[in-house]
């Protein structure tokens, strides 16, 4: 089995540049070849600490396979220099003081063992398929954490997310809340802000005396810090902000009498995790409610008394079940799903810090638990990272509108709830540690108008908070929301008939443009030449205009191709209604995409925008015309295929787009293969979204017709930000270095958003710098400062709070197996196109062998036979096969490159709920739905069926079953379904009469027609778009689209997950 196959390198080599994100920040210079200089990392997770772990991890069993051979460093690239973008690793200067060698693998190297059709045993490996000295190929691991080169953190003094913001505070101006006659933004105060004002109440009290303890322990650690609040009778404190935010997997908070308590929980389990013993206390029982330490930071203070907000120096809001500290043999317990949707794990922090953490769903970290150095966190082989989802759009913050927003004047972070109040007017920073001053206005809380109340302020009760901000934050005023269409009308374009679908669906929507007054609509159609249409007001129908020459693109009139919507309202419906007749009889083939592009930024330059293309096939005239590079036989490899773009064209102009505040949404509809990888440049570095039709036709493919339908529904009306930028910043002693998303990275932590959308998500990775061993608590804040679509300049903030932990066991006993899964996929995709999708496919399953044998040689104290998981990470091995079968990642299938190309994208741009749901759907047995157990939604009865495995195993012919994989919402019915689904919720007579394409489900008076219909909307109820419903019988083409999220199961290439979970037991037991 064991054969020398792929040399990998040692630790921290082949630092190349990413040619999704050219080069570094410091003009590094791409190269073609293998770089020697470990310190230009790639992607900055094949960079290396120095004197740290360096992979060379021990050997895993190589099983070389040919079509999976190296693809090394020199690829195909266009030189995209001096550019930063997405997936970058911010690249910092050399330092001379670290000094790691690259060290060479000369053994073998771990491989996943493939299926009996690809094992070596079966293929011979050609000689010659790996040239060791041409290339060398980048570690097969991960080197999750950067260099600490001391150089560089995000906390330089006065950086500011908001342009030319001051760094005074003005004290003397008055504040103005948001009117009390504003019933809506009231509400926000009351609703999200705060419970009732507790005056002069020592300490929130949601102790409950006297609950029951839990069981006793079984010779586990003490796991809850301890407790060192008073006791209070004065009930239940303010409602927790999320009730998402309470895993499933938690039980009640423990609770706890008035004085310090240390318990035992937990079953036996191996190793103590010394940190939650160490636990600083430092107020002890008896001690004055008013002395409260406050836990982060250098040094501690006294609070004094301030009332119910306070964080305190313990953390006894143990939020894990003592499930949670089990050890689970993943090879006895094979079904470790549970049977309702996984939830992220809750920080293991004090109650009433938790209760003011921010929701999981808008920001989280892939370890609740940070560990307290960069050496800790090397040895649990984990990735570090924030999953952002800071525009969603069903979070509602509150907001304040105030002259001053309450900044630290150090580090620029905007005043939240994990700041420490030193006296009334003094307030410690949680980021920097800087103590400020509280102005003058904030003393007066605008809720209660008491005065003398900072900590009681909205500001200070909301970890999701938005701020209107003043003129020091704009750089011109805001710019009205612009929308420019671009559509491709040549031949191909006009035989899919999408226009008439576009068209329409504008026209529908033109009232809910998100706007005000001021927006402004244009339109530019393109096929071997550019037309552009004037809709000047008092014209009495669109003027066209055709501009041939595509070599230098002359503007006709601009003034009038821009105009603004509700003055020229009519004349945009004309042409609207005319489009899609206009061009029936074209017989010309051509695509000048680049030139209409550049055309088209010209017309948005000054103005900025949203800018909104659509084509149908591979561009083919002037600048931007691509050549087919799919070849179809290569297909199914892992080896040499296009995944990066052929030109820097579509790149350069989306950084020109991003200089202007325009961002370029890209819709491809498209049966031919069109060169996605080279197109969705002009997106990504835009902040742009990338849409995608394979096979569109009006006749022909109806699913799609449905599908672009729906989507467009919610592009067009979804809210939207414009000229934004975004800035994470993080506790000192972090760093972040790699983004993952859709923007352009424009200074060292400055993300660059033309547009922003609700549903972008976005991912950074981070390592530990400086040891946190004086801080308990460490923070993270977003700050997002955008143009709302009626001209208001706002700030969404977003403040995270984690524990800080100095046990291995605690790392991993905090692990948020979702995030980690979602930022490796992010790094794979990385991976993918900086070296090769095999690679990335290796670094993957690698990550799950390295996670787990450090668990297995550092935390368990007994080897027993078996795969040994902690609890926290019982699904981790799953997802990531989850991720190998992704159309991303998958070998052995016929994935078109564009598809392949576009789910990478989706990796990239998903907020991590939905990538999840993609790469792991949920799975539902539907036609036996029940009232069980099911949920109480005003006056709605809505079932729930537990989440069966992804396998066939759990199939069966006589059932229905339900896939939900966020976007689409798959409904399999079994041959042999019983007549009772059939008539009473699909209302057909017998399985023969379901019809081939059933995309709704009639409303039918009957109860299994209820349920059905009732779990359906409330799944969709739960996402911002309307994820279609496709009915899909035993014999449709679409059941192999079904039958391919069993990842359970094994394939023609891939393992099934007992044989992934044998592999892994294999490796890690070594
Ligand atoms: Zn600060």
């Known amino acids: 089995m064991s054969q020398p196959g792929v040399p990998a390198s040692g630790g921290a080599l082949t630092g190349l540049q990413a040619q999704n994100g050219a080069a570094s920040a410091s003009g590094s210079p791409y190269t073609n070849g293998p770089i020697h200089n470990e310190l230009m990392s790639s992607q900055g997770y094949n960079s290396q600490l120095p004197g740290s772990y360096s992979h060379l991890i021990p050997a895993k069993t190589l099983n070389p396979i040919s079509v999976q051979s190296k693809y090394g460093g020199s690829q195909t690239v266009s030189p995209l220099s001096n550019y930063q973008g997405p997936g970058q690793t911010l690249h910092r200067p050399p330092v001379a003081s670290n000094p790691v060698t690259p060290s060479l693998h000369s053994g073998p190297v771990p491989r996943m063992p493939q299926h009996a059709s690809q094992n070596p045993a079966a293929t011979p490996v050609p000689s010659g398929s790996f040239h060791p000295g041409a290339n060398v190929s980048p570690p097969l691991n991960w080197q999750y954490n950067y260099p600490s ?63 029951p303890l839990p069981p006793p322990p079984m010779g586990g650690p003490p796991l809850v810090r301890a407790l060192t609040t008073q006791k209070s009778s004065q009930g239940a404190g303010p409602q927790p902000l999320f009730s998402s935010a309470v895993s499933q997997e938690a039980t009640p908070q423990l609770t706890n009498k008035n004085t310090t308590v240390s318990r035992s929980v937990g079953y036996s389990y191996p190793s103590l995790p010394p940190g939650y013993q160490n636990a600083t206390a430092p107020s002890a029982a008896g001690m004055p409610p008013s002395s409260l330490s406050y836990p982060s930071g ?220 001021r927006t402004k609509i244009g339109f530019i159609t393109f096929d071997s030449t550019i037309h552009f249409y004037s809709l000047q007001e008092g014209l009495s129908q669109p003027q066209m205009l055709i501009v041939s020459d595509i070599e230098d693109v002359f503007m006709p009139m601009p003034e ?88 820097d064209f579509y790149k350069k102009l989306a950084l020109d787009c991003s200089g202007q505040q325009v961002a370029v949404d890209l819709f491809l509809l498209s049966g031919q293969y069109s060169d996605l990888a080279s197109l969705c440049c002009i997106s990504r570095y835009s902040a742009g979204s990338v849409y995608y039709y394979p096979s569109y036709h009006h006749q022909h493919n109806p699913v799609q017709v449905q599908k672009l339908q729906k989507e467009l529904q919610r592009y067009l009306t979804r809210k939207i930000g414009f000229e934004a930028v975004m800035r994470i910043r993080s506790t000192k002693g972090l760093s972040i270095h790699t983004f993952h998303g859709n923007f352009f ?77 979602g930022l490796l996929a992010n790094m794979a995709v990385d991976r993918s196109m900086t070296a090769s999708l095999s690679d990335a496919r290796d670094a993957l399953v690698n990550a799950v062998i390295d996670s787990l044998s450090a668990y297995r040689s550092s935390v368990l104290s007994s080897q027993q036979p078996g795969l040994m998981v902690p609890f926290s990470l019982r699904l ?46 949920s799975l539902y047995r539907v036609d036996n739905l029940s009232d ?139």
């Open 149 to 211: 080169t001391g150089l560089q953190t995000n906390h330089g003094p006065l950086v500011s997310s908001g342009p030319a913001m001051s760094g005074n505070t003005n004290l003397t101006t008055g504040h103005h809340y948001v009117s009390s006659g504003d019933p809506s933004l009231q509400n926000n105060f009351i609703k999200s802000g705060s419970a009732p004002p507790m005056v002069n109440s020592p300490l929130p009290t949601t102790f409950q005396p006297g609950a």
């Open 298 to 517: 250098p040094q501690a203070f006294t609070q004094t008394p301030l009332g119910a907000n306070h964080l305190t120096a313990s953390m006894s809001g143990l939020s894990l079940h003592p499930e949670g500290l089990r050890v689970v043999n993943l090879l006895q317990e094979r079904n470790m799903l549970p049977p309702t949707p996984l939830q992220p794990p809750v920080p293991n922090l004090h109650e009433d810090i938790q209760r003011l953490n921010c929701n999981p769903e808008s920001f989280r970290c892939t370890l609740t638990n940070i560990p307290q150095t960069q050496a800790l966190l090397s040895k649990a082989k984990l990735p570090l990272g924030l999953l952002l989802h800071p525009f969603k759009d069903s979070v509602q913050p509150p907001v304040v509108t105030s002259s001053t927003i309450v900044r630290c004047r150090q580090c620029r972070t905007y005043i939240n709830p994990f700041v420490s109040f030193l006296d009334q007017r003094r307030w410690k920073c949680n980021i920097c540690y800087q103590v400020n001053d509280v102005p003058e206005e904030f003393m007066r809380n605008p809720l209660t108008r008491i005065y003398g109340e900072p900590h009681k302020r909205p500001e200070v009760q909301n970890a999701t908070i938005e701020f209107m901000a003043p003129v020091e934050y704009m750089l011109r005023p805001p710019q009205p929301p612009v929308y420019l269409f671009v559509f491709d009308v040549s031949h191909n374009a006009v035989e899919t008939g999408y226009l008439n679908s576009v068209c329409q669906s504008l026209l529908n929507n033109l009232d809910s443009l998100p706007g005000n007054t």
């Open 560 to 647: 009038n191709l821009l105009v603004n919507l509700n003055e020229s309202k009519e004349l945009v419906q004309d042409l609207l209604k005319t489009l899609p007749q206009m061009f029936t009889k074209t017989l010309e083939t051509q695509s000048a995409l680049g030139p209409a592009l550049q055309a088209a930024f010209k017309l948005m330059s000054t103005s900025g925008g949203r800018m909104s293309v659509f084509q149908t096939q591979l561009p083919t005239l002037g600048v931007g015309a691509l050549k087919p590079r799919e070849e179809p036989n290569h297909r199914s490899s892992a080896k040499e295929i296009h995944l990066t773009p052929s030109t």
């Open 745 to 821: 990275v424009r200074s060292t932590d400055l993300l660059s958003l033309p547009n922003v959308n609700p549903d972008a998500g976005y991912a950074v990775q981070m390592s530990v710098e400086e040891n946190l061993t004086d801080t308990q608590l460490v923070s993270f804040q977003s700050a997002l400062l955008y143009t709302s679509s009626k001209g208001e300049r706002r700030i969404r903030v977003h403040t995270l709070c984690l524990p800080v932990v100095s046990t291995l066991n605690e790392v991993f006993l905090g692990a948020d197996v979702q995030a980690i899964s």
């Open 876 to 921: 981790f091995p799953l997802f990531v096969l989850a991720l190998l079968k992704q159309k991303s990642f998958q070998t052995g299938t016929n994935t078109r490159l564009d598809e392949r190309i576009f789910a990478m994208c989706q990796v990239k741009s998903q907020p991590l709920f939905y990538l999840m749901l993609t790469t792991h759907p």
């Open 932 to 1070: 069980e157990g099911a949920l109480n939604i005003s006056d709605r009865t809505v079932p729930q069926p537990p989440v069966l495995q992804l396998s066939v195993e759990k199939l069966s012919r006589d059932g229905a079953f339900l896939l939900d994989t966020g976007s689409v919402l798959m409904l399999w019915v079994g041959k042999n379904c019983g007549q009772n689904f059939l008539s009473q919720v699909l209302g057909v007579q017998n399985y023969a009469s379901i019809p081939h394409t059933m995309t709704d489900l009639p409303e039918l008076d009957t109860p299994e027609s209820a349920r059905t219909i009732a779990f359906i909307s409330w799944l969709r109820e739960q996402r911002p778009f309307f994820p279609i419903l496709y009915v899909i019988r035993d014999e449709s083409p679409m059941k192999a689209n079904f039958l391919q999220n069993m990842v359970e199961d094994r394939t023609e290439s891939a393992l099934s997950y007992y044989e992934f979970l044998l592999h892994i037991q294999q490796q890690v037991n070594k």
